[in-house]
């Protein structure tokens, strides 16, 4: 197996040099750096990677520190896993998953989710590089998605379609976006001048499409709504199934929205309408941003985004037809 001193002698530069323009390939000559990855790539020599770590003092891990209870979501953790690892691969970074606690592992950086607002508001700079998903303090880079817009746009969505008796289905959890997606329905619906009732807001057991269906049913029997706007797609696809079997038409006789737009609001038919967060290219920024921390010389003012959702409209959303509702 070739060695770092063949390379060296094939290219006729020092050792030193070679191993430069294996760990920072921006401080060799390009004539130099021509050279030695023609050597490379004529002896097929391949870096020793343990090596490599402790010349840059590093570990090659990222972590993300996330709930094990939002691990659930399938298909939308996947799509951001799949947009972090993107990036991290291209830096030969791997990425660990872990949960709030977890601190013996050590790592080049963090990237954080899942937090209380007040959790997410407490974080603080440190020696370690971190990135939050979700709105945080100035002093750490964050993106967020425009969750109260989001929901209020959906809302507006049913309104702008004749519907008065407009309910929101959501779901218990500490978790910011929650609250910050009933605001936004409840913001669209004052700006409306419709007072919401007290049975037109429902809460699921969890983040489930079996909860969707349960508490959906209960929802159906009372037929107080006209359409209803989800928190996400799961209680979405529960509330859909529970119209199905209780002989209500979608959209005919009720309209339904969800939120997320990962693939699941295509498990069925119609096909549902929903607010499509970009979380595959979420996912890139949380990874490139804090691989410019990892990697940055020196101080850069923290990065903040915040992320509109999108509105596909689909097959689930129609003006009512109130003649089949009571409103008692």
Not at 125 to 131: A, G, I, N, R
């Amino acid at each position: 197996m070739p060695t770092i001193y063949d390379v060296a002698k094939l290219a006729q530069v020092s050792a030193m040099t070679v191993s430069r323009t294996l760990n920072t390939p921006e401080k060799v000559r390009p004539e130099s750096r021509a050279k030695i990855e023609a050597a490379i790539a004529k002896l097929g020599y391949r870096q020793n990677q343990a090596a490599r770590a402790l010349v840059l003092q590093s570990t090659g891990i990222v972590k993300l520190q996330m709930s094990a209870g939002l691990r659930g979501n399938h298909l939308y953790f996947s799509q951001l896993f799949s947009g972090i690892t993107d990036v991290l691969s291209q830096h030969k970074l791997a990425m660990l998953v872990t949960d709030h606690h977890e601190h013996t592992a050590a790592c080049d950086g963090k990237i954080i989710m899942g937090l209380t607002r007040e959790a997410q508001m407490a974080l603080t700079p440190s020696k370690t590089p971190k990135v939050l998903f979700g709105k945080g303090p100035d002093c750490i880079d964050w993106i967020d998605v425009d969750n109260e817009r989001g929901c209020r746009r959906a809302t507006e969505r049913m309104l702008s379609l004749g519907h008065e008796r407009v309910g929101f289905f959501t779901f218990p959890s500490t978790e910011p976006f929650i609250k910050e997606r009933e605001a936004g329905y409840l913001r669209a619906m004052q700006e409306a001048g419709i007072t919401v009732q007290p049975n037109w807001i429902v809460t699921a057991m969890n983040n489930s499409v079996e909860a969707g269906y349960s508490s959906g049913r209960a929802l159906l029997n009372q037929r107080a709504v006209t359409a209803v706007v989800c928190c996400s797609d799961h209680v979405a696809v529960g509330l859909a199934q529970a119209a199905y079997d209780s002989h209500v038409s979608v959209p005919e006789e009720l309209s339904i929205i969800g939120f997320d737009g990962v693939g699941q609001e295509r498990m069925g038919k119609p096909i549902l309408a929903t607010m499509r967060q970009p979380v595959f290219d979420i996912g890139r920024w949380l990874a490139k941003t804090l691989v410019q921390r990892i990697k940055q010389v020196g101080d850069a003012a923290p990065q903040h985004q915040m992320v509109t959702p999108d509105i596909l409209l689909n097959d689930s959303t129609a003006p009512p037809k109130a003649i089949l509702w009571r409103s008692d």
